[in-house]
């Protein structure tokens, strides 16, 4: 009973977070364009999703902005998570606080001091403010996982190595960059994603030159749902779990 | 002509914020000997050894290497090598990896990392392991890898941070000897850290007993157990009872202390003058007991008492037993084929003494 039940529980959690999902790649094929009704297979609304030049230009935008801005906060990300673990300065602790409110503070409230903070400067909206918008919505999100996973070690194992005759350098590149690899993987692929799907940030921070998927897809429906758009959906979803499914494949070769 | 010690700290002074973790301490560590920092936790023996190593920089004082000036020579640069508390293997290496570790950073030749790694794991008995990461080996073999990935190096100073306290008794009793033979084959200067006055005596050429950043007193364990200097490293290194007397009489090279109204003979070894108020410390298998009860002891005078507890250990009987004065005192006896009459009873009166010169007066 007790056994039953447990299952029927997770059964429920699992439908309501996968069916949506299912029926969105189900519909995705269906050969009507208007109704609900089942009308037959097709694949015709995947071939007007890749011949709909916007809609890819979008798409290419979008992973172009993903790729660099996780890039880019990786690398600042790691470096910060670093000097947070191996050094004490001045305002350090205040400093670390601080990574946890930029990532606790609502979208909207990003995007708009983002957006007043361009528009002070004088900068034009576009490509480059979404670019630093992205790495700084990014950047906390690459700290924090990797502080976690260096402050799991053992502190000594950086006294072992310069003991036994590492420079700071050698330290590094061969003990605490193995050690801290699939933190940075992490960190990039969560700062990839986060990066793919924002909307609201991205609302503010982007220009009318600038298309992205998610605006695009956020503007299309507004219009009502389009086969096309169940089709990238489904693109996309495939996309992401095939994203996940690599990282953690590359984590677990690295234990 | 005075030996040059291998390590000398002078004057070293260590500060945590408002702890002193070191005291203006000096040391001479000898070229090839067995050094033991014995102390409670807290006492800064890690330190002192982090200060030797390189990771810490005294606040004052200066630490010399075979009389050159050491102080401000990073660890990666000292010929020192550490094996820490916790072993902190590097967790993303196997086992031979992690001991040519140093040789690697010292841009030795393949070659020659291959051999004395495989001297290494040869002479800590790690063979057929070489592969195994961390994680897959037991504390012992952890213990051994982190002491092979020091003394690959061959350093000249081994430091090694109470690198048994994290196995069980009968692998430490069994390491603790194998730490022993690595010291005679490897024939470095090994400084060793431990709270644990049997270990420290067991193991060392000499003892520093430490308390509160400073060394209470310094010596062989013989020194350190028979002699001590003070009540600290009396109390620390082992039980030990303690009577107040005063001196009455004073002769050549002896006393006479009055304890309890009886007259003991004592060794004068510091000047005692009559009148002093002493203590005299008697270690538990130092004391005699006789089955009498009267005061009368053997042939000298004796306190006399009654046993509380006897407690069995096989080679040996402890007693516990309050004398008449209120006092409770620690005796351990060990069996004698001459003497059969050593099992005494619980409530039984008995007179205790002890031999000149067995006692330590303060
Ligand atoms: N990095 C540190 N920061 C602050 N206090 C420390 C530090 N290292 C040691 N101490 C303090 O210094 C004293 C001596 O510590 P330690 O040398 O580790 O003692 P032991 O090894 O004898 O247990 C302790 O009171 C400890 O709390
Ligand atoms: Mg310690």
């Known amino acids: ?255 | 002509m005075e030996k040059v010690p291998i390590v000398r700290l002078r004057g070293v002074t260590k500060r945590f914020d408002d702890v002193v973790a070191v005291d203006t301490l000096d040391l001479d560590i000898y070229e090839g000997e067995f050094l033991t920092l014995l102390g409670p936790s807290g006492c800064g023996k890690t330190t002192v050894l982090r200060i030797i190593a390189g990771f810490e920089t005294p606040d004052t004082g200066e630490i010399f290497m075979n009389g050159d000036r050491l102080t401000n020579i990073p660890p990666n640069k000292r010929n020192v090598n550490t094996v820490f508390q916790s072993y902190a293997l590097f967790p993303h290496m196997n086992v031979f990896d992690n001991i040519a570790f140093g040789l690697k950073m010292k841009q030795c030749d393949k070659k020659s990392i291959q051999e004395e790694v495989r001297r290494a794991i040869d002479i800590v008995k790690l063979s057929g392991l070489e592969q195994r990461r961390p994680f897959q080996l037991s504390g012992g073999q952890q213990q051994r890898v982190a002491m092979a990935r020091a003394i690959v190096n061959k350093p000249k100073v081994l430091l090694l941070d109470e690198p048994l306290s994290a196995l069980d008794y009968r692998l430490r009793q069994e390491m603790q000897l194998e730490l022993k033979r690595l010291h005679r084959q490897l024939g470095i200067t090994f400084v060793f850290v431990t709270h644990d006055q049997v270990e420290a005596i067991s193991m060392s050429d000499r003892i520093a007993v430490m308390n509160e950043g400073r060394i209470e007193q310094i010596g062989t364990p013989i020194t350190i157990y028979e002699e001590p200097d003070n009540m600290f490293v009396a109390r620390f290194v082992g039980e030990i009872n303690v009577f107040d007397g005063r001196v009455k009489h004073v002769e050549n090279g002896s006393a006479q202390v009055d304890i309890h109204g009886q007259r003991f003979k004592v060794q004068n070894k510091k000047n005692l003058f009559p009148g002093q108020d002493v203590t005299v410390l008697l270690r538990p298998e130092d004391i005699m007991v006789s089955p009498n009860g009267n005061g009368s002891g053997g042939e000298g005078p004796a306190l006399s008492g009654s046993v509380d507890e006897v407690i069995y250990k096989g080679k040996t009987v402890d007693l516990i037993i309050t004398l008449d004065q209120g006092e409770t005192i620690f005796v351990t006896q060990f069996f004698n084929e001459d003497q059969e009459n050593v099992v005494y009873s619980q409530g039984q009166r008995v007179d205790v003494d002890w031999l000149y010169g067995w006692e330590v007066v303060l």
Request: net charge positive; hydrophobic share 55%.
């Open chain 1, 1 to 255: 009973m007790n056994r039953t039940f447990r299952y029927l529980y997770l059964s429920a959690i699992y439908v309501c977070l996968y069916l949506p999902i299912l029926i969105l790649v189900i519909y995705s094929f269906n050969a009507s364009r208007y109704s609900t009704n089942w009308q037959g297979f097709t694949l015709q609304w995947y071939s007007a999703l890749f011949s709909n030049t916007s809609l890819m230009e979008a798409f290419r935008n979008s992973l172009l902005v993903a790729f660099s801005s996780s890039v880019v906060a990786t690398v600042i990300g790691t470096l910060a998570a670093l000097a947070f673990y191996r050094y004490r300065f001045w305002g350090r602790q205040i400093m670390s606080s601080f990574i946890y409110v930029v990532m606790m503070s609502p979208d909207i409230v990003m995007g708009i001091s983002l957006l007043m903070f361009f528009i002070i400067l004088g900068v034009q909206t576009g490509a480059f403010t979404l670019l630093l918008a992205h790495i700084t919505f990014c950047l906390p999100f690459v700290v924090v996982t990797v502080y976690a996973r260096i402050s799991g070690f053992d502190r000594n194992i950086i006294d072992v190595a310069k003991d036994l005759g590492a420079s700071e350098m050698q330290m590094f590149r061969h003990i605490m960059l193995p050690m801290i690899i699939p933190a940075i993987i992490a960190g990039w692929l969560l700062s990839f994603t986060l990066s793919l799907d924002d909307v609201i940030v991205s609302f503010f921070t982007t220009g009318p030159s600038f298309e992205i998927l998610p605006l695009k897809i956020y503007s299309m429906v507004r219009l009502g749902i389009k086969p096309e758009i169940n089709a990238l959906s489904t693109v996309m979803f495939f996309l992401s779990l095939l994203t996940v499914t690599v990282s953690h494949l590359v984590i677990k070769e690295n234990r």
